[in-house]
């Protein structure tokens, strides 16, 4: 949180109910997606607090300007007239600044309505009905206090959200039931500090995903685990929500310490529903890799004797769980952990140990390798990359990308792992030749770029112009052999679009031998050519379409 950018409670409350008030749904909604998306540039508060400026990318550049006090009297560039998805984006950036969570700004509305909607069954300021001598008194919805929240631990806290929810609507399908029941949540939440909030909303949203999850898990059928479309887009915009959540720093202040014992039941509920979904699933092992990297990481409040603590809790989870552990995430938890620890050998040898049995994919490694590139750990990062490189063979080219991204950035700054770099790529063949050519075209290694098309029999003919551009300007003669070799066997399929093809590559070669200043060589070619084919009437004809022979 930026020192500069700061709102208290009563001001966060303000700010809330403008947004519930000033801006209609599907306004909140993309200005969340324009603020996910990065596109809010250049973002400052005036000196007198009251007035953010920023730039918001659309289709061109919107300059906005908010009041804070008013937001009625905030202005945008564009043509919509009042408030606009520029001015909504601007406000979540700006309370992504505050330190606030912007799921709190996402659900403004739909809070603010629900809260309406339990005023009127609570009675509200209507009273009774005109007419009637008695009304039958309606029952007080449970709502929390900041007491009780700091007290009470977390699993309390989910009766409660029962208690209020009633016997009715205990499952979850869409992502309009799962928004009316995230509000009708938040509205039993009191004003509360930062940490507090969060640790709030976080579960509020493993709440209603449980809604979700639960009915699917017990309907679970001999194929597998069965989602609904609407429930599964439902499910995926709530986890969203609760990852970006997670991914805000837990604001703990040193007068916090309150809420640690809430923080770490929030791990054993992630823990725990981790280590036994369904891996069709992937729900909570995401969530809980998000806690353990934002909340309880290196830099915010984990240690290593929180590490070790955890590591034995998920090692006795193997006994007690049984044939019901979920292997995968289970171990890429305990890998993690081992990172934070500086235990690499150990960590390496876990994978090599149940990488095969578990099918290891790039996207499995994300969370390890990406935890090393962004603390710039480029050494361990190096060593990671050639341990696990083996592992993930089988894998599909496309999946490998980020693997080979990862190889670009470290050798980018250890220009001596590059050795290491081929060495391992070269392994994984064939599974990696696709990121293996990536290197070679982005390190200028055209010889063997080329070698390697030859080898695998490509077409020069199955590449944009564009993709051999490149070579055609740094080192022309190697395409010679990559053409005439192709042309040979274009005439060889003896028909007319073979013909055609070889015509048009001829006329490249042209091209190459006038470059290089090798005209006379190239006519001693051409005609050996035509006159070694002259019986193919179909090929010299389309020599001379191509003006290839007078």
């Known amino acids: 949180m930026d020192m500069d950018y700061m709102l208290d409670d009563s001001a966060w409350r303000q700010l809330l109910d403008g947004v519930a008030a000033r801006f209609d749904e599907l306004t909140i909604i993309r ?17 007198d607090g009251v007035h953010v400026d920023a730039r918001v990318k659309d289709n061109r550049m919107y300059d906005v300007a908010v009041d804070l006090d008013d937001l009625a009297a905030s202005e945008c560039a564009c043509s919509a007239n009042g408030a606009c998805t520029h001015m909504a984006a601007t406000l979540m950036r700006y309370a992504e600044l505050c330190g606030r969570p912007i799921q709190a700004l996402a659900n403004a509305r739909s809070a603010l309505k629900n809260l309406a909607a339990s005023g009127k069954q609570d009675g509200g300021s209507g009273g009774p009905r005109a007419g009637s001598e008695k009304t039958s008194p309606q029952p007080v919805r449970p709502t929390l206090t900041e007491k009780e929240l700091t007290e009470l631990p977390v699993n309390k806290w989910h009766e409660r ?38 640790l709030f909303t976080l579960h509020a949203l493993l709440f209603v995903l449980e809604r979700m999850v639960k009915p699917a898990q017990t309907d679970s059928r001999p194929s597998g685990l069965f989602i609904g479309y609407h429930t599964k887009l439902a499910l995926e915009g709530l986890c969203s929500q609760a990852r970006a959540l997670l991914g805000d720093k837990l604001a703990l202040a040193d007068d916090s310490s309150a809420y640690w014992d809430r923080l770490m039941e929030t791990a054993d509920f992630l823990r725990e529903r981790m280590l036994t979904e369904d891996k069709t699933l992937g729900c909570f092992a995401p969530l809980y890799a998000s806690l353990w990297l934002h909340w309880l990481g290196p830099g915010s409040a984990g240690s290593a004797a929180l590490y070790e603590k955890e590591l034995l809790q998920l090692r006795s989870a193997e006994a007690e769980l049984g044939s019901t552990l979920s292997r995968l995430p289970w171990t890429i938890a305990q890998c993690l952990l081992l990172l934070y620890l500086a235990r690499d050998a150990e960590a390496l040898a876990m994978l090599a140990r149940e990488g095969i049995k578990l099918m290891l994919k790039p996207e499995h490694l994300a969370l390890l390798l990406g935890f090393l590139e962004r603390s710039e750990q480029w050494a361990r990062l190096r060593d990671w990359l050639a341990e696990t490189g083996t592992l993930l063979v089988g894998s599909r080219s496309e999946d490998l990308a ?9 050798v980018a700054r250890l220009p001596e792992a590059e050795p ?49 551009k490149p070579i055609e300007k740094e080192a022309p003669e190697l395409l010679l052999p990559f053409y005439h070799q192709a042309v040979e066997r274009y005439v060889l399929q003896k028909n007319r679009d073979g ?42 004809e389309e020599l001379r379409k191509g003006g290839l022979l007078s």
């Open 31 to 47: 200005g969340f997606q324009y603020y996910k998306q990065g596109r809010v540039e250049e973002l400052a508060l005036r000196d």
């Open 161 to 198: 959200f029962q208690e209020r929810r009633g016997a009715v609507h205990l499952h979850v399908r869409t992502a309009q039931e799962a928004s009316e029941l995230l509000a009708d949540l938040q509205a039993m939440r009191p004003m509360l500090p930062l940490a507090l909030e969060q």
């Open 402 to 410: 980020s693997y080979g991204d990862y190889w670009a950035n470290v």
């Open 420 to 468: 290491l770099m081929w060495r391992t790529l070269q392994e994984m063949m064939p599974f990696s030749r696709t990121i293996y050519e990536d290197a070679l075209a982005a390190h200028g290694r055209w010889e063997r770029w080329i070698d390697l098309q030859m080898c695998m029999g490509e077409e020069p003919l199955s590449f944009r112009v564009t993709a051999l």
């Open 499 to 540: 013909y055609k093809a070889a015509a048009k590559l001829l006329k490249r070669l042209a091209k190459l031998y006038s470059r290089l200043k090798k005209d006379e060589r190239w006519e001693q070619f051409i005609s050996a050519f035509a006159s070694r084919n002259s019986r193919l009437r179909a090929l010299q």
